[in-house]
């Protein structure tokens, strides 16, 4: 299968500890995004990367956040300090493209089920 | 204003009946638009992407586009209890750095009554 694939599928942790996920993308597809949803939300933008280049990132993303894109494969999701709002589902999605104009559809991964405790 | 608003629902149909979803978008300069399905506890899965005003047809699922009032809708004709899901609208939003997101609405809560 080469659709999006997230790792881990759910992760239970302790307040204040640190978390990294990671996403593999469609191998073709240079886009990559990481949004955040949460029960009766819509996915919720959290940052984009194009290749390497981390483009946009959400003013919603604390400092605690950050996320990579090495070498325009796969990303890295990272948590600081975990807090009880972190709680979420965290969603992957990538796609093709280039400028601006029509953008081609996102394909998301099954995303990752972060608890806090 | 919502940037990408939806009625919340639970939009109740009984089946083989037609099930309209709409959405409201704030940017004029929106040029993409799409509708995906999520069933509870899973990821969404996209279903029918459209750029152009006018309606956008395929299999049991027609999707509906209209610039000048900023609306965009998805109707699917014979609704099957399979259907019943949360349906989300998204738009893409061009950002003064010339990069862009999708904004997603808050979804629809379908429900086909058998």
């Known amino acids: 299968d080469t659709g999006v694939s997230q790792d881990p599928r759910h992760k239970i942790t302790k307040r204040g500890q640190n978390v990294t996920f990671r996403c593999d993308p469609i191998?073709?597809?240079?886009?990559l995004y990481w949004y955040r949803q949460t029960l009766g939300q819509g996915p919720e933008f959290l940052t984009y990367?194009?290749?390497?280049?981390?483009?946009?990132k959400s003013r919603l993303l604390s400092d605690r956040f950050s996320a990579e894109r090495p070498k325009g494969s796969f990303s890295t999701l990272e948590i600081q300090r975990t807090e009880q709002g972190d709680s979420a589902m965290y969603l992957c999605?990538?796609?093709?493209?280039?400028?601006?104009?029509?953008?081609?559809?996102?394909?998301f991964g099954d995303g990752t089920r972060l608890s806090i405790l | 204003q919502k940037e990408v608003e939806q009625n919340s629902g639970p939009l109740s149909v009984p089946e083989g009946a037609i099930a309209s979803l709409n959405c409201t978008y704030s940017?004029?300069?929106?040029?993409?638009f799409f509708w995906y399905r999520q069933y509870s506890g899973k990821s969404p899965e996209l279903i029918m992407s459209?750029?152009?005003?006018g309606d956008k047809e395929d299999g049991r699922f027609t999707a509906q586009l209209n610039k000048a009032s900023q609306y965009v809708s998805l109707l699917i004709r014979d609704s099957q209890p399979s259907d019943s899901a949360t349906y989300l609208c998204?738009?893409?939003?061009?950002?003064?750095?010339?990069?862009?997101?999708?904004?997603f609405g808050t979804g629809t809560r379908l429900k086909v009554l058998a």
């Open positions: 999605a990538s796609s093709l493209g280039y400028g601006t104009g029509r953008n081609q559809p996102q394909h």
């Open positions: 191998s073709e597809h240079n886009r």
């Open positions: 459209i750029y152009s005003n």
């Open positions: 998204a738009v893409n939003k061009i950002l003064r750095s010339g990069t862009y997101k999708y904004i």
């Open positions: 940017d004029r300069g929106s040029q993409s």
């Open positions: 990367f194009q290749n390497e280049a981390q483009l946009e």
